[in-house]
């Protein structure tokens, strides 16, 4: 079945540092990809997504690039933020759009 | 907008007894709403998918006489867990879809600890 790989935390980063956070999937087809973004105390909400090949999603800084190619849909920001701290889930829905499967997420903490 | 709660945020319950997690989308209509179980350290698992007036759709190994999924509005799902055990302690996570959309709005969890 489908499954998504991500690498493993906790990340810890000075602030202004580059962020990458991995994530490789295993999908028949050509599945959508997400990444979703789980504050402290707070329901999961969607960071970016894509939703076919060389598609590249962003939104606050952070992007990810949908490569078909190597199954990889890695995060990455620039300059992260103290509140960028989270946990950061990489998903894939199937063709229909509404089943989700998730990686276990990864812990971001950003010191000052 | 495109608010999701979950009540309660915490519950402690006896070995054998059931207990009851409402999810609400608050602020909009949701014809479907997913239950996931988050184990530490692991990643979401769908659980049960519900559809408003329907039954849930649950998925393989997940028993549906013990995990109780209704449906009975647009805007309410309940998950409840009966007789439950302390193999059944996690993290549960509800969200939902507006109506005609595809993207789900997460609740924040409720943490169910069977003692």
């Known amino acids: 079945g489908d499954s998504v790989t991500q690498m493993e935390g906790p990340v810890t980063l000075s602030e202004e540092a580059f962020l990458t956070i991995n994530c490789t999937y295993t999908?028949?087809?050509?599945?959508?990809l997400f990444w979703y973004v789980q504050y402290p105390g707070e329901g999961l909400q969607l960071l970016l997504k894509?939703?076919?090949?060389?598609d590249k999603g962003s939104n606050k800084g952070f992007e990810a690039t949908y490569r078909k190619e190597t199954t990889s849909f890695h995060l990455e920001k620039g300059s992260v933020q103290v509140s960028d701290s989270a946990v950061y889930f990489c998903?894939?829905?199937?063709?229909?759009?509404?089943?989700?499967?998730f990686g276990a997420g990864t812990i971001l903490r950003v010191k000052s | 907008g495109a608010v999701v709660s979950q009540h309660p945020s915490w519950v402690i319950c006896k070995s054998g007894t059931s207990v009851k997690i409402e999810c609400r989308s608050l602020?909009?209509?949701?014809?479907?709403m997913f239950w996931y179980r988050q184990f530490p350290k692991q990643s979401l698992m769908l659980m049960a998918t519900?559809?408003?007036?329907?039954?849930?759709?649950?998925e393989q190994g997940v028993e549906k006489d013990k995990f109780l999924i209704n449906h009975a509005s647009l805007t309410l799902s309940t998950l409840t867990v009966t007789s439950a055990h302390p193999e059944d302690s996690s993290f549960y996570i509800c969200?939902?879809?507006?109506?005609?959309?595809?993207?789900?709005?997460f609740g924040p969890g409720t943490r169910l600890t069977v003692t």
């Open positions: 999908a028949t087809g050509y599945p959508s």
């Open positions: 519900s559809n408003e007036g329907s039954k849930a759709t649950y």
């Open positions: 602020d909009f209509q949701a014809t479907t």
């Open positions: 894509a939703t076919k090949a060389d």
């Open positions: 969200s939902a879809t507006e109506t005609g959309r595809h993207e789900q709005y």
């Open positions: 998903a894939l829905s199937d063709l229909g759009g509404n089943k989700l499967v």
